[in-house]
């Protein structure tokens, strides 16, 4: 879903420095959805079909579309830390051998409230965080 929501957001704003963050999160949300694909298939989980994901991942876009970029940011740094709480109650009811493989979840969080904190600092690297998280 979260691949839909930002490739969404990616024809929502305009500048073009704006649409390549985007882009560059959908691909943050794909390699984590990916990377934990062998923890579906260990308990026999079937994930819903990607198309699907993707089109409810493009609904959530109207939450948030009468944001500006800078908004937007914030609510990035301000609203996805829950999901690490989320990540560490999976983490806690996990056994050992899965641990890596859900660090990655919490990871791909960690990256997109790192790089909001440094876009609404301005920073010329804001993306840096995400770059180095799909290189791990």
Same mark, same amino acid.
């Given at each position: 879903? !979260?691949? !839909?929501?930002?490739?969404?957001?990616?024809?929502?704003?305009?500048?073009?420095?704006?649409?390549?963050?985007?882009?560059?999160?959908?691909?943050?949300?794909?390699? /984590? /959805?990916?990377?934990?694909?062998?923890?579906? #298939?260990?308990?026999?989980?079937?994930? #819903? $079909? @990607? #198309?699907?994901?993707?089109?409810? !991942?493009?609904?959530?876009?109207?939450?948030?579309?009468?944001?500006?970029?800078?908004?937007?940011?914030?609510? *990035?740094?301000?609203?996805?830390?829950?999901?690490?709480?989320?990540?560490?109650?999976? $983490?806690?009811?996990?056994?050992?051998?899965?641990? !890596?493989?859900?660090? *990655?979840?919490?990871?791909?969080?960690?990256?997109?409230?790192?790089?909001?904190?440094?876009?609404?600092?301005?920073?010329? @690297?804001?993306?840096?965080?995400?770059?180095?998280?799909? $290189? @791990?």
């Amino acid at each position: 879903m !979260g691949e !839909g929501y930002f490739i969404a957001l990616s024809e929502h704003f305009t500048e073009p420095h704006q649409k390549d963050k985007m882009l560059l999160m959908a691909k943050v949300e794909s390699y /984590a /959805a990916k990377a934990i694909l062998p923890l579906l #298939r260990k308990y026999k989980l079937i994930p #819903r $079909e @990607n #198309r699907l994901l993707k089109d409810i !991942g493009k609904k959530g876009l109207k939450k948030v579309s009468h944001l500006t970029w800078d908004e937007f940011i914030d609510d *990035i740094y301000i609203n996805f830390p829950k999901y690490l709480v989320e990540f560490a109650e999976l $983490e806690k009811m996990a056994p050992e051998s899965d641990i !890596g493989m859900l660090k *990655i979840l919490t990871d791909h969080e960690v990256a997109a409230i790192e790089f909001a904190k440094l876009e609404m600092k301005g920073n010329t @690297n804001s993306i840096d965080p995400l770059v180095k998280y799909m $290189e @791990n």
